[in-house]
C-alpha cells in the first residue's frame, strides 16, 4: 500500500514539473478583439432557449431565493461554494504560475474550512487574504490558447471555444471531487447551484436589462460577455473595460460596435 502511495506521489511530482516545464515555454494569448460568431444561427437557437428557461424558472427562483430567505442565509451559502471552488483554483493558479495565488488560495481554503465553519463564515477576506479566482479557461489563455469562436451553451450562457473546453476540464480539476466520500462530496455542487440561483436574484436587473430591455439579447449579451471576460484576461482597460459604452462610437444603441 506504501508502496502505491509512493509511486502516486512520484507521478504527481512528475507531471507538476512536466507542467511548470511547459509553461515555462509558452505565453499569454494575444488579446482578442472583433466578433467572431461562426455559428451564430444555432447560437441564437440556443439562447432562445435559454431565454425561456431564465423567464420560466431562473429569474422567479432567483427572486423568490433572496426575498425568501435571509441575507446572511444566502450569503452563506455563497460562501460555502466560494470555498468548495478554492481548491480547483489553487490548482489553476500553481499551472498559470501564480505561485502567490495559489499560495494565498490555500490559505484561504484552510482558514474558512475550519475557522470559518466549511466556508460558512469567509474569514480569510476579514484577515486581509484576497481570493485569487481563475478557472482553465484562463488557464489556457495563460498558456497561449487562443480565445476561438463565441458560443453560447445551453443552460450556462455565453462562452467561447476555449471557455467552454475550460468549463469541461474544471468539471474534473477540484481535488475535492476525487477525495471527499458521498456525499460529502456533492455539496460543492449543491451550493454553487445554490449560488447560481441566488446571483440571479442578486443581480436580476442588470440580467433583465439585458435579457428583456435589449432590441436585441442575443447581441447585447454576446457583447457583454466578451468585453468583461476579455477585460478580466488582459487587465486592460485599453483592451476591453466593462464600463465603457460600446455605442459610443456609433451613436446607435442598437448597433454592434464590433461590426463595424
Known sequence: MFGSRRFAVGCLRLAALVGLVALSACAPADPAVGINDPWEASNRNTHRLN?????????PAG???????????????????NNFATPAMVVNNTLQGNIEGAVASTARFALNSTIGLVGLIDVATAMGIPEHDTDFGETLHVWGVREGGYVELPL????????????????????????????????GTAAGIAKRIGDRGRYSQTVDSVLYDSADSY??????????????????????????????????????PYLQ
Open 219 to 256: 447581441t447585447q449579451g454576446r457583447v457583454t460577455y466578451l468585453q468583461n471576460r476579455r477585460y478580466e484576461l488582459n487587465g486592460d482597460a485599453a483592451v476591453a473595460d466593462p464600463y465603457d459604452d460600446p455605442y459610443a462610437a456609433t451613436g446607435d444603441p442598437y448597433d454592434d
Open 156 to 187: 450556462l450562457g455565453p462562452s467561447t471555444q476555449r471557455d467552454a473546453a475550460g468549463r469541461v476540464v474544471d468539471l474534473f480539476t477540484n481535488p475535492l471531487g476525487h477525495v471527499l466520500p458521498k456525499p460529502e462530496k456533492y455539496i
Open 63 to 81: 427572486r423568490g431565493y433572496v426575498k425568501v430567505l435571509p441575507q446572511p442565509v444566502v450569503t452563506g451559502v455563497r460562501n460555502v461554494s
Open 51 to 59: 431565454k425561456a428557461i431564465d423567464r420560466a424558472l431562473l429569474r
